[in-house]
């Protein structure tokens, strides 16, 4: 690994380069000690960096906004912007006047700063957002298999074969249960649940005051607990609303914030017009499924007799793992879910234009031509349009399904190599 590198690749490095080539401003946004930091600082040694963690910055940003903007270097990376969301439109003036500029301002944000009512639109035509999730396991691993882009260019080799897994690798089991956080993962942490609870304490105390005028920190943890139960499931806010004594209005609220913090993910349900008999509720996922097996105090060695939770985990770990690569590559996907009224459902559903992926994810270790119903019904009212169904299962081949499109895919192949 090259000096000029973090101490750990990451996937959307490459997406930075070329922006601050061609872009005003770079907004790098996701969830707090997911790395941001860490990439900034490697990215580009040589700019100022200022971090609104520190009072004494934070201070002068909120009293003299402008002044703060106009003082700094030409190049200037400036950590957690939603502390101070006013320099946004300071930004916008001072990037207006050397609209040829490029790269000038990097901002790194733990909150969706353009979800917020003061940001909105200021810096539309000026700035390209890239999301920085936990680790995914191709990080993790150092491999640069690049899963999600192979897939969509066609560059993936899924030619039915064994596959066999790495040994000496993690369990899927650990994986799941330990998360994307690098600190745990990467800093020798030996009590990882314990560091996922008090990570997450610490944000709704410091963070939620940032982007909203909620003071209720207990009520917002409390929803955040709720939905680790429901992970992977569409949202019923009646359910929540009855198991935490609030009103379904607050509810709502509260997972707004939680969404704007990068807590949890919001997944749309897929439709067309004409297909009338569609369930058009999201799903939500608990950003990292290691943050949710902590609050659910689930462990490797609960796969076997715990299987529902560990079920909805699963789906939760493969979703991020793919959605966290998005930006990695010059693609502008879409990522859906699938229910019908039949509840006939699949997991993932992935557009790029006229072309749509479906993606299930199974915990066993084979896959039967039950398994398919969902896939074979999604693609056909897909048409033309459908290039590939997946089912990831624990095997260890590719095997081709009796329906051409349909294809069993060993999970390792997130992140393993196979040549």
Request: glycine share 4%; net charge neutral.
């Amino acid at each position: 690994m090259s000096s000029d590198q973090p101490y750990f690749y990451r996937g959307s490095r490459a997406a930075i380069d070329i922006a601050v080539e061609d872009t005003r401003v770079i907004c790098l946004k996701g969830p707090r000690q997911c790395g941001k930091t860490t990439l900034t600082k490697a990215l580009s040694p040589e700019r100022e960096f200022i971090t609104l963690d520190d009072p004494t910055q934070l201070a002068l940003a909120k009293k003299d906004p402008l002044g703060f903007i106009h003082q700094r270097e030409r190049f200037c990376t400036i950590d957690e912007i939603q502390r101070a969301p006013e320099l946004v439109r300071c930004i916008k003036l001072v990037v207006d006047e050397q609209p040829r500029t490029f790269g000038r301002y990097l901002i790194t944000g733990s909150a969706d700063i353009f979800k917020l009512k003061e940001v909105e639109d200021s810096l539309a035509g000026r700035v390209q957002t890239i999301d920085l999730a936990p680790f995914t396991e191709e990080e993790r691993e150092q491999s640069q298999v690049n899963f999600l882009e192979n897939l969509i260019t066609g560059k993936l080799d899924l030619s039915p074969r064994p596959v066999p897994k790495d040994e000496g690798s993690l369990s899927l089991p650990d994986r799941i249960v330990q998360g994307g956080y690098p600190e745990p993962i990467l800093g020798g942490v030996r009590r990882i649940q314990r560091w996922h609870r008090e990570y997450l304490k610490a944000i709704i105390s410091r963070d939620v005051k940032d982007i909203s005028d909620i003071r209720r920190e207990k009520e917002v943890f409390l929803i955040f607990k709720l939905l680790t139960t429901r992970t992977a499931e569409l949202v019923n806010f009646s359910s929540i609303s009855r198991d935490s004594g609030l009103h379904r209005e607050t509810v709502s609220s509260y997972l707004k914030i939680l969404d704007k913090l990068f807590l949890v993910r919001e997944l749309e349900a897929w439709h067309q017009n004409p297909a009338k008999r569609l369930i058009r509720s999201p799903k939500f996922h608990i950003v990292d499924s290691g943050l949710a097996a902590s609050f659910l105090n689930l462990k490797a060695s609960d796969w076997m007799t715990r299987r529902d939770q560990m079920g909805h985990l699963l789906e939760t770990f493969v979703v991020n793992q793919l959605i966290a690569q998005k930006d990695w590559f010059e693609n502008d996907l879409i990522f859906t879910h699938y229910r019908d009224k039949d509840k006939n459902e699949v997991d993932l559903i992935i557009e790029n234009y006229d072309q749509v992926w479906a993606i299930e994810v199974k915990a066993s270790m084979s896959v039967t031509h039950s398994d398919l119903k969902a896939l074979i019904k999604f693609a056909d009212l897909c048409g033309s349009r459908f290039v590939k169904g997946i089912i990831f299962y624990q095997g260890e081949s590719i095997i081709q399904m009796a329906d051409h499109r349909i294809l069993a895919v060993p999970f390792h192949l997130l992140w393993q190599k196979t040549s």
